[in-house]
């Protein structure tokens, strides 16, 4: 049984766009909710590692609050919405737009999963795609994965694509 699940781990792990990109663990959540934001870094540059992960934030994403991690110091850019939203009741112009994790060593043989959770508010149309441009630096380079998608494209056609979640109508699950 173990050497069935070793097989299958190896599989999964070998396949060549599994950890291709910065991806998020779930594509889609709900208008209007809080989401547990899962950016998976699945190597480093050319072969180095990982020094920094920078995870920017859309417009109508709000209340973003990043996990720390050990070895890791951690940084927020808190800049003015350009709509006002409300967040419990409360009036909220202004937010975490980005993310730094900074001062780790994730080797690029290795996976690592970076954290944050954040309201998506009622301003992203269901249907939507929303997406999280991730910069990755290393020691002498970096991945950009900051390519948006044309309406229509398939962000697999991108070589840099963004890490993006599908907005569902609320309540729905995601399932």
């Known amino acids: 049984m173990k050497a069935i699940l070793f097989a299958i781990t190896a599989l999964s792990l070998s396949a060549p766009e599994a950890f291709a990109h910065a991806s998020l663990e779930k594509g889609e959540a709900a208008q209007g909710s809080t989401y547990k934001a899962v950016v998976r870094i699945g190597h480093g540059c050319d072969g180095q590692a990982t020094n920094t992960l920078r995870v920017q934030i859309p417009e109508g994403v ?11 110091e951690l940084e927020t850019v808190t800049s003015t919405y350009e709509t006002t939203y409300s967040y419990h009741g409360v009036p909220v112009t202004e937010g975490v737009t980005e993310i730094i994790w900074a001062g780790g060593d994730l080797p690029d043989a290795w996976y690592d999963e970076f954290v944050f959770s954040a309201r998506l508010t009622d301003a992203l149309p269901v249907g939507s795609n929303v997406f999280f ?24 056609d991108l070589r840099y694509p963004a890490p993006g979640v599908k907005i569902t109508a609320p309540g729905h699950s995601g399932h």
Do not use: F, T
């Open 133 to 156: 441009p991730v910069l990755q630096d290393c020691a002498d380079g970096s991945a950009r994965w900051i390519e948006i998608p044309a309406e229509g494209q398939n962000p697999h």
């Open 62 to 72: 709000i209340a973003v609050k990043p996990m720390p991690k050990a070895g890791w």
